[in-house]
């Protein structure tokens, strides 16, 4: 069955530096989402997109954050200069056309002291 | 505005009774629903959905769901809880339509099955 992939499984780095969390969503799906979990809150929205461009955003998605398709597989998030208060546990996920049901992969935990 | 309450953070049946996991929702538009779970270390599984056709739904590893309009609710239910069913669940709401749409995730309900 396919599944939505995420590397790396644990990132940690220093305040202020930039990283970047890899996805690869599910071959034949068109929509494209991040979304992050802080220790013991909700899992919150960040962003979304399709057909190469951003197509809705919350507030916690500023200008720190980019996404970007580089290729025909790869989904990634981008967070320019890391703060502490940015480690969390960080979701993709992807869905088909005509599909409800998004598809979520196991995460990568981003540790930023 | 979309949004959901779970009504427990932390549930905990014996094995082989029932469980019960209560959510509401808010939304301004007909919701789609869905019920993910978690199991540690892992990601979030889907373990059922409903999109405006049968209120009652049925999932996964014997879980079901039923929307009730009227009670803005859609509880979580398995007639015999299994150890392997020890996880986070999450209730989920989603926009109007099937593009792009965030996901509203509740605060979720850890799940502990007594032995």
């Known amino acids: 069955e396919p599944e939505v992939t995420q590397t790396p499984s644990h990132q940690v780095t220093q305040m202020g530096q930039e990283v970047i969390l890899r996805c690869v969503p599910i071959?034949?799906?068109?929509?494209f989402y991040w979304y992050r979990q802080i220790l013991g809150q909700k899992v919150e929205f960040l962003v979304s997109?399709?057909?190469?461009?951003?197509?809705?955003k919350s507030e916690i998605f500023d200008d720190q954050f980019s996404v970007e398709r580089p290729d025909g597989s790869n989904f990634t998030l981008k967070i320019r200069s890391t703060k502490l208060e940015d480690s969390a546990m960080y979701f993709c996920?992807?869905?088909?056309?005509?599909?409800?049901?998004?598809?979520f992969g196991p995460g990568t935990r981003l540790t930023v002291t | 505005a979309q949004s959901v309450t779970q009504l427990d953070s932390h549930v905990s049946v014996s094995e082989g009774t029932p469980v019960l996991l209560r959510c509401n929702y808010s939304?301004?538009?007909?919701?789609?629903l869905f019920w993910y779970v978690q199991h540690p270390n892992k990601g979030l599984q889907l373990l059922l959905k409903?999109?405006?056709?049968?209120?009652l739904v049925k999932g996964i590893n014997g879980f079901e769901a039923e929307f009730k309009k009227s009670e803005t609710s859609f509880h979580l239910t398995k007639p015999s809880a299994h150890m392997s069913d020890a996880a986070e669940y999450f209730c989920?709401?989603?926009?109007?339509?099937?593009?792009?749409?965030?996901?509203?995730f509740g605060t979720g309900t850890s799940l502990t099955v007594i032995p």
């Open positions: 996920a992807s869905n088909g056309q005509g599909r409800y049901e998004q598809y």
């Open positions: 071959s034949n799906h068109l929509y």
């Open positions: 997109f399709y057909n190469n461009e951003i197509s809705e």
């Open positions: 939304s301004s538009y007909s919701p789609s």
């Open positions: 409903y999109t405006s056709a049968a209120t």
């Open positions: 989920v709401v989603s926009g109007p339509s099937n593009t792009g749409n965030q996901f509203y």
